[in-house]
């Protein structure tokens, strides 16, 4: 792991490193074969440290040979070149607002001569229309395209869309207008993914059939088959502030009610070696049948590697060492795919459950009910809480908030997900008997409802849920660091752990101090670079104005995903002093009236299609001005009538228009800056 991230951080090829891991597993093999009785136990670090160097050089090694950038005839290298492409779609289709997204693998590209072969994957959006449904996985298509590199963030603090995929392979996308594609050939999919999905698309309809529809349609869909295009962001919201999102992502809780129930209805095969054996391939077979339908998640393949050890142990009559069933399934995955370290989904997963093995016995202990139903409550309260403590510092990295009523959502949630499982499948294998198919049915929905009710209650709590915390990766490594220290001290009673735990207590309050001292003396202005909008945040210490467009201002996903992770690491909350564009603003240091705005000694003027231009003798005398919304001026006559430092032109303009001003600024000598192509724009006062 340590191999693999240091070559996904560095990124770069290291010239001899192949020979070198080489030689060193040389030096290991001649010191284990004749001078291990020389070497002594008190130098067996040698031998260690020169394995495990081996295993850190191959590790990057091998990360480096998996990065598809590097393959000669990647896509990503000929996308200047070319505009025509065979390409064979990897996923199912998904509908987005004004769009129809597909991941593809390029096939060839034609040339001036012929057709090239080509490797990689890319991410295509279709333009809407009723063909686009056709489209399948493993389908083959001809696309005519201009395909771009896939744009790094262009604001702070925003989410990394480009890192994100160029983990998954993918470097370049595109957008297909209706006659730029055409459909060659179907059904070239790997044959065993094509039959999970046509499973899973056989058992969707099959609930559809049974009335299921809406919220709990998703829900269903979500858990028992881990399909969560359904999901409206509303559900999103609400189970994600109730503590209930790990519900929805199929993971080891799904698997495991899986096992349990197929180990319980194969019993009878236990009597004999034989039969035992024919339950194993069965018991594998299943699970990883289940893996297949709900799209092998991060988290339901370390869940199926997992169980697929502890099946296979069985068989010889072995006891399992939870930990090294981990390790191994965690080494199996990352030698498939040494990039699936990179997902959320997978780091938590394995977070979660070390945490439970770890720590379930200790915190059970401390206190053991003597009533049977109090004693079921405490052990899902005690799995939650260790699986809490072993992720929460993750989550607020990525989510940047805490369920603070997690504990009463999962004592909801994990039973009802359960009978959701067991409810749904007795749904599906009952549907050739419509009667008692739909008997289950109406169940599943009433459980499903009861679910949705809960969790919408439980997050509508003003205090359920604390919103907009902000870590950095070095105060998430220290707060696993004071867990596992105050988890020694709880476990092993010395005291050392206490003084660990009192140290990382203070480096991490001193992280924070220095970060609150920093936000509360920022003084700055940031113009975001967000398509077909003007925003402008003033930030003054712990205050902050956001001057926003109406479009925007309706669109949360938006802005959730270019303003708020900013607003949120400079200390603001993130949804307030939100005010239009055509407002007026008069504040201690932040003044607006029109089109002309003062924060501090900075000043501004907004040229729009309403504003007016008024020649007059002395020239204005301002800092910046932003043109927006394709304002119909000329260059020439802003120099006549102000007196600038610089010109904005912001993502409310179209392009070709940014370009004619960006021509008519290099001849007359104007700085300029263009937030389409340079990102956002920040002032320090």
Request: proline share 2%; charged share 15%; with cysteine.
């Amino acid at each position: 792991m340590a191999g693999i991230l240091l070559a996904i951080k560095l990124d770069t090829p290291v010239q001899g490193l192949f020979p070198g891991a080489f030689i060193i597993l040389l030096v290991y093999s001649i010191l284990v074969l004749f001078f291990s009785k020389r070497i002594g136990y008190d130098n067996r670090w040698i031998t260690g440290v020169l394995l495990n160097l081996f295993i850190l050089v191959s590790g990057y090694q091998y990360t480096i040979l998996c990065s598809p950038k590097y393959e000669n005839n990647n896509i990503s290298h000929f996308i200047t070149q070319h505009d025509e492409f065979i390409i064979q779609v990897k996923e199912q289709v998904t509908e987005k607002t004004n769009s129809y997204k597909v991941i593809a693998r390029a096939v060839t590209c034609k040339d001036s001569l012929n057709w090239k072969n080509l490797s990689g994957k890319l991410i295509l959006y279709f333009q809407k229309d009723s063909l686009v449904k056709n489209i399948s996985f493993g389908d083959r298509l001809i696309i005519r395209a201009n395909l771009s590199e896939v744009s790094p963030p262009m604001n702070p603090a925003e989410f990394n869309y480009k890192r994100y995929l160029s983990n998954k392979g993918i470097y370049n996308q595109g957008y297909i207008r209706s006659h730029e594609w055409q459909i060659i050939s179907n059904n070239n999919g790997n044959i065993a993914k094509t039959f999970g999905l046509k499973l899973r698309s056989l058992f969707m309809e099959i609930l559809q059939k049974q009335n299921i529809q809406g919220k709990e349609f998703a829900v269903v869909s979500a858990i028992l088959l881990g399909y969560d295009d359904f999901l409206d962001n509303e559900q999103l919201k609400e189970f994600s502030g109730a503590g209930a999102m790990h519900i929805l992502c199929v993971s080891g809780l799904h698997v495991g009610i899986i096992y349990f129930i197929l180990n319980s209805l194969l019993l009878f095969l236990n009597k004999r070696r034989s039969t035992r054996i024919v339950k194993v391939f069965i018991l594998l077979g299943l699970i990883w049948l289940y893996a297949l339908i709900t799209g092998f998640s991060p988290s339901v393949l370390r869940a199926s590697t997992m169980f697929s050890f502890v099946i296979a142990s069985g068989l010889v009559k072995r006891k399992v060492n939870i930990y090294n069933s981990l390790a191994a399934s965690a080494f199996l995955l990352l030698i498939i795919n040494p990039f699936i370290i990179t997902e959320v989904g997978f780091q938590l997963s394995y977070l979660a459950v070390f945490g439970i093995v770890w720590l379930y016995r200790p915190i059970y202990s401390l206190f053991i009910p003597g009533n049977r139903l109090l004693r079921k409550i405490w052990q899902i309260s005690v799995v939650s809480i260790a699986a809490t403590l072993a992720t929460f510092p993750l989550s607020l990295y990525y989510f940047h908030q805490f369920p603070n009523l997690f504990l009463v959502t999962n004592l909801i949630a994990i039973p009802a997900s359960m009978l959701i499982i067991y409810t749904g499948i007795l749904v599906l294998f009952t549907s050739p008997i419509p009667f008692i198919s739909s008997l289950f049915s109406f169940i599943l929905v009433k459980i499903i409802w009861f679910l949705n009710y809960s969790v919408k209650l439980i997050e509508g709590l003003s205090f359920s849920t604390i919103r907009g915390v902000y870590i950095d990766s070095n105060e998430a490594i220290l707060i696993y660091c004071l867990i596992v220290s105050i988890s020694f001290l709880l476990l092993y009673r010395k005291k050392i752990y206490s003084f660990y735990a009192l140290g990382f207590v203070a480096l991490i309050l001193l992280s924070f101090l220095y970060r609150s001292y920093q936000n509360l003396s920022q003084k700055k202005i940031i113009i975001y670079s967000i398509r077909n909008s003007t925003t402008i945040d003033f930030m003054d210490g712990s205050n902050g104005t956001l001057l926003i467009d109406s479009a925007l201002m309706n669109d949360n996903n938006k802005l959730n995903y270019h303003v708020v992770n900013n607003r949120i690491k400079s200390g603001i909350k993130s949804d307030e002093n939100f005010i239009y564009l055509e407002d007026d603003i008069l504040d201690k240091h932040l003044c607006k009236k029109g089109n002309f705005i003062q924060f501090y000694d900075k000043k501004f003027v907004i040229i729009n299609n309403e504003f007016k231009l008024y020649p007059s003798g002395a020239k204005m005398n301002v800092d910046y001005i932003l043109i927006t919304n394709n304002s119909r001026i000329d260059i020439s006559d802003l120099e006549n009538i102000f007196e600038f430092t610089e010109l904005i032109i912001d993502n409310s303009n179209s392009f070709w228009r940014a370009n004619q001003w960006v021509e008519e600024c290099e001849k007359a000598g104007i700085k300029y800056y263009v937030l389409g192509n340079q990102g956002a724009k920040e002032i320090e006062i």
